[in-house]
C-alpha cells in the first residue's frame, strides 16, 4: 500500500507540470512555431537525460525509440503547441481528459489489462468534473485546434501503452531520453522545411522553454514513465486527470480568474475520479461487487450399523 502510494505521488508530478505548460506556452513562447516549439522541448531535454543515463540505445530499440519518440515526443509535442495556440486552455484541456479511456483501451488490446470497474467509475467522474471545470459554452472552438488535441491524445495513449509493453528491462532515464532525442531528431528537419528559420528568442522565452524542457518535459516524463512501470495503464491514466486541473488552478492563482460554484463541484468531481482508479478504491469495489460465497454443504453421514465398528475417532 506505502508503495503504491508513493509511486502514485512520484507520477503525479507529470500531470502537474503538463498543466503548467498551457500557460507557459501562452504567455512566453512565440506563437505559429509549433514545430520549432516542439524541437526545442525535446532534444535539450532528451541530451540532458541522455548525459546522465549514458546508455545508448541497442538492437531493436534504435527503431524503437524512433517509433516511441515519434508518438510519445515529436508529434504529440508539434500537436499539443499548436492546440495551445488555436484553442481556450479549456477545451484543449477537455479534450486531453479523455485520455484515460483511450488508455484502457489500448491497455487492454495490447497488455491484457482488463479495465476495473473502479477504472471506469473513475474515469466517468473524472471527465465529468473536468468538463463542469472547463466548458462554459462561450469559448470560440476551432476545428483544426480540436483535430490537433485529438490526434495527440491517441497517439500518446498508443505511446504510453507500447512503452510499458517494450521496456520492461530498461531504466526509465535511458528510456526517457532515447525518445526524447528521437522526437527531437525527426522534428528539427521538418521544423526547418515547413516553418523556415527559427524564431528569435527574447529573455521571457528562453526561460519559459527552459522550464517547459526541464521540468516539464525531462523530469515530467521520467516521473510518468516510472508510474507506467509500476502502476496500471487505468491508473496512470487517471491520474493524469490533475493536468487540467492544474492549469484551472493556475489560472485561478495567477490570472485571477475566479472558479464558479459548478467549476467547484467539477474539481472535486476530479479528485474523487482520481482517487476511485487507486488501487485501494478498486480493492473495496471488487469486494462490494463480488457475490457472497455460500457455505459448502455435506450430506449427513448415515449412521453406524448396530455392532458395526465405529471408526470417527480415527478421523481428523
Not at 505521488?9 to 500531470?15: D, S
Not at 473513475?122 to 470560440?140: E, F, K, S
Not at 528537419?189 to 519559459?208: N, R, W, Y
Request: with cysteine; hydrophobic share 55%.
Amino acid at each position: 500500500m506505502e508503495a503504491t502510494f508513493r509511486w502514485a505521488a512520484v507520477t503525479a508530478l507529470a500531470p502537474v507540470a503538463w498543466g503548467s505548460t498551457y500557460l507557459v506556452t501562452h504567455r512566453f513562447l512565440p506563437p505559429d512555431h509549433p514545430l520549432y516549439g516542439a524541437a526545442i522541448r525535446a532534444l535539450p531535454a532528451g541530451l540532458l537525460l541522455l548525459l546522465v543515463a549514458r546508455r545508448l540505445p541497442r538492437g531493436a530499440w534504435w527503431w524503437r525509440s524512433l517509433v516511441l519518440g515519434t508518438l510519445n515526443m515529436g508529434a504529440f509535442f508539434a500537436l499539443v503547441y499548436l492546440a495551445a495556440q488555436t484553442l481556450p486552455t479549456s477545451v484543449a484541456s477537455t479534450v486531453m481528459a479523455t485520455s484515460p479511456v483511450v488508455m484502457m483501451l489500448f491497455a487492454w488490446a495490447a497488455l491484457a489489462e482488463r479495465p476495473r470497474v473502479a477504472h471506469l467509475a473513475g474515469a466517468g467522474v473524472g471527465i465529468g468534473g473536468v468538463c463542469l471545470l472547463l466548458l462554459d459554452g462561450t469559448a470560440a472552438v476551432d476545428a483544426s485546434g480540436v483535430l490537433a488535441s485529438v490526434l495527440a491524445m491517441v497517439m500518446s495513449s498508443f505511446g504510453y501503452v507500447l512503452a510499458k509493453r517494450w521496456s520492461a528491462d530498461i531504466d526509465v532515464f535511458s528510456l526517457t531520453s532515447w525518445q526524447l532525442v528521437a522526437g527531437g531528431v525527426v522534428l528539427v528537419p521538418v521544423a526547418v522545411a515547413v516553418e523556415g528559420p527559427p524564431p528569435p528568442l527574447d529573455g521571457p522565452a528562453l526561460l519559459g522553454f527552459g522550464y517547459v524542457t526541464v521540468v516539464a518535459t525531462a523530469l515530467a516524463f521520467a516521473a510518468w514513465f516510472q508510474g507506467l512501470r509500476h502502476l496500471s495503464a487505468g491508473t496512470v491514466g487517471l491520474i493524469g486527470l490533475l493536468n487540467p486541473l492544474t492549469g484551472v488552478l493556475l489560472g485561478t492563482a495567477l490570472a485571477g480568474e475566479t472558479l464558479t460554484p459548478g467549476q467547484l463541484a467539477g474539481l472535486v468531481l476530479v479528485v474523487l475520479g482520481i482517487l476511485l482508479g487507486q488501487p485501494a478504491a478498486s480493492r473495496l469495489l471488487s469486494r462490494r461487487t463480488r457475490p457472497p460465497r455460500t457455505p459448502h454443504l455435506t450430506a449427513p453421514r448415515p449412521a453406524p450399523a448396530p455392532g458395526a465398528p465405529n471408526d470417527s475417532l480415527g478421523r481428523c
